[in-house]
């Protein structure tokens, strides 16, 4: 089902009517439309029959564990989930993503900021719209998506997989700046929890081989608390 930016259908599991209702009623003023159950036998059954864009899934509910509704739906869908609870532990986050949620929202919380969030989730769960070329060029540089081979003034590069793909993903947003987090997510893992610093680390081998300087960059530059933008070559459309 493709999505509209401030659309969709999200399925809330959530007990506390306290908590559900004014979110329910938050995700229908941004455009979305909202279907709610207290229970983990409803979250099954209109996860089957509605056909949600996303769940946002509470852990604690009256008649089961979250985390066995989540393995539930991870058996026969792909549907995005978001895992709500009020424990925030480093452990329960992780379980909860190994489980195969896509998020973890920690109560209280902001309704504006988990709306963002469901947005940024849908966003990435979309296929690609746009079929990218199968070769990318800016300037002397040249990478061939098909063949996986990269070369510099037609002297070929020694990259590696993770290499290859996160040259790849900066030259295919040429001039526009690509968050850490989306890079760990198309690179890596979309349910990557943990440290970005392998990101650095990929980023100063790669800068290396493009015998790039990252004081005066001609391919990657650092967006400092943001994450890294691929300069465009001049005269080259981003």
């Known amino acids: 089902m493709a999505i509209q930016s401030g659309s969709g259908r999200i399925l809330v599991v959530e007990d506390e009517e306290s908590i559900s209702e004014p979110f329910a009623e938050a995700l229908r003023r941004a455009g979305f439309e ?42 026969h869908s792909d549907v995005p989930i978001m895992m709500l609870t009020a424990r925030g532990t480093e452990l329960d986050k992780i379980v909860g993503l ?34 990218l070329p199968a070769t990318l060029r800016a300037g002397e540089l040249e990478l061939d998506r098909a063949t996986r081979i990269a070369t510099l003034a037609e002297r070929r590069l020694d990259l590696s997989r993770k290499e290859f793909d996160l040259l790849a993903e900066l030259m295919s947003h ?64 981003p």
């Not at 195969?100 to 719209?129: C, H, M, N, T, W």
Request: net charge negative; proline share 5%; charged share 30%.
């Open 34 to 75: 909202a279907v709610v159950t207290p229970t983990a036998a409803g979250a099954l059954e209109l996860a089957a029959s509605e056909d949600p864009d996303l769940v946002m899934l509470d852990l604690a509910l009256p008649d089961g564990d979250g985390r066995d509704v989540c393995r539930e739906l991870r058996r």
């Open 98 to 131: 190994e489980l195969g949620a896509d998020d973890y929202v920690v109560k209280p919380f902001s309704a504006a900021e988990v709306i963002s969030r469901i947005r940024a989730v849908l966003r990435r769960s979309q296929p690609r719209q746009v079929e």
């Open 174 to 237: 040429a001039g526009r700046v690509v968050s850490r987090e989306d890079l760990m997510a198309k690179v890596w893992d979309s349910n990557w929890f943990g440290s970005t610093k392998t990101l650095d680390v990929h980023i100063g081998w790669l800068r290396r081989k493009l015998e790039d300087d990252p004081a005066d960059p001609a391919y990657i530059e650092t967006v400092r608390g943001v994450g890294f933008r691929f300069v465009a070559a001049e005269g080259e459309e």
